[in-house]
């Protein structure tokens, strides 16, 4: 029910109609209505909307599973509730609350990984942008034991990118077995996920080393990353040795841990060499087609952990929000009208965006 909202009966949206056509923009995509959503349902109305990598895999289908088509892609969207479905039992959010809708759009609660806390692995999952409709729309279908409750400190459009990049990098940091004082190399550093990786580091006590990526280096990216508090940074052009450059910059022993959000595999080798003993490599970038391949002679002797970690759950989202809202982690990024997706994909592609690229909804 929705007595304080009105609800209009078409949207603007970005709609993916097959992976080959050219993304269109229209003007006329219904919007459920109110009496339309099922029990567990709630509408938002969406203020802001991040993009992210996976959108720009959605939408060239070049993952090994196909998202659904035509699609609305995007899942880094914030904006308010203004309807809830009838019969809804309980819900922990209401109309007119602020939320956010991540890349896990739904999970069951009930299978094996929902209930040991792995609710972004769940059986039964929907995924935003993905499988079901995203947030490259200005209202968007979602659920009330999913959708995100958003500080009341932070802006909309500074929560943005924390519902996918920060909650990613944050999960893969507290994972990391690393302690305050330990090594944590982040390659590519000065893009969506390095830059709020450092921040998220920084703030948990960890000495970052940052490694420029494989597809842009360069003077931007280098000075993004020393002011958000990387102590070092390795440069893909200017090094000869790239394990040994991180070696000796981490005590002559190695970094701790690796988060490796990069989209070549080449990258997860290269940490097993570079980390010491005991470290973990945290495996998080999700490259269209590549494996894994670690020396396992090396793996074996140096006690390596290779840790998988995939966005994060309810919880995850919550605390990666807050610790954006007390100040310690802000997303860097440029303002775009919905309009511009396109471009934005075509930068994504060719790795020259730094930071961040935020679509205003209500534009
Ligand atoms: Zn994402
Ligand atoms: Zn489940």
């Known amino acids: 029910m929705s007595p304080q909202f009105n609800i209009p009966k078409t949207q603007v949206a970005a709609i993916v ?27 938002v109305e969406l203020e802001y909307s991040g993009v992210c990598h996976t959108d720009l895999h959605a939408r060239n289908g070049d993952w090994p599973i196909q998202a659904k088509l035509p699609l609305i892609g995007g899942h880094e969207g914030v904006g308010r509730i203004v309807a809830i479905g009838e019969h809804t039992q309980t819900s922990p959010v209401k109309v007119g ?9 739904y999970s069951c609660l009930d299978c094996e990984p929902c209930r040991k806390g792995l609710e972004q692995s769940c059986l039964n999952g929907r995924y935003s942008g993905f ?36 909650v990613t990098v944050y999960r893969a940091i507290k994972y990391s077995n690393t302690h305050i004082g330990d090594w944590i190399v982040l390659p590519g550093a000065g893009g969506g996920l390095g830059h709020l990786a450092i921040q998220y580091a ?21 000075e993004l990353c020393l002011k958000l508090g990387a102590e070092k940074w390795i440069d893909f ?23 490796v959000t990069a989209a070549n595999g080449q990258a997860y080798a290269q940490a097993i ?17 590549a494996s894994l391949s670690a020396d396992i002679f090396f793996t074996v002797t140096k006690s390596i ?30 303002l775009k009208p919905l309009s511009e997706l396109s471009k934005t994909y075509e930068g994504l592609a060719e790795g020259t965006i730094v930071g961040r690229v935020v679509l205003n909804m209500k534009e």
């Open 131 to 166: 499988t079901v409709d995203g947030t490259f729309s200005q209202y968007v279908v979602s659920w009330v034991t999913h959708v995100t409750p958003i500080p009341e400190s932070l802006q909309s459009a500074d929560a943005a990118s924390i519902l996918c990049a920060g």
């Open 202 to 222: 920084v703030a948990m006590g960890l000495r970052v080393v940052a490694v420029a990526p494989h597809a842009d280096t360069g003077a931007e990216k280098k």
């Open 273 to 289: 060499d570079y980390l010491r003993m005991g470290g973990t490599l945290m495996v998080v970038g999700l490259p269209a087609r």
């Open 237 to 259: 052009r200017e090094t000869k040795d790239l394990v040994k450059d991180i070696v000796d910059a981490t005590d002559g022993l190695g970094a701790h841990a690796a988060v």
């Open 305 to 334: 952990s290779i840790v998988g970690s995939y966005v994060g759950n309810r919880q995850d989202a919550r605390e990666a929000l807050d610790i954006a809202a007390r100040g310690k982690v802000k997303v860097h990024f440029v």
């Open 17 to 43: 109609e097959t992976t080959d056509a050219p993304l269109k923009v229209v003007r006329d995509h219904p919007v459920k209505q109110a009496s339309e959503l099922e029990p567990g349902e709630c509408l």
């Open 97 to 105: 609350d602020r939320v956010g809708i991540k890349w896990l759009a």
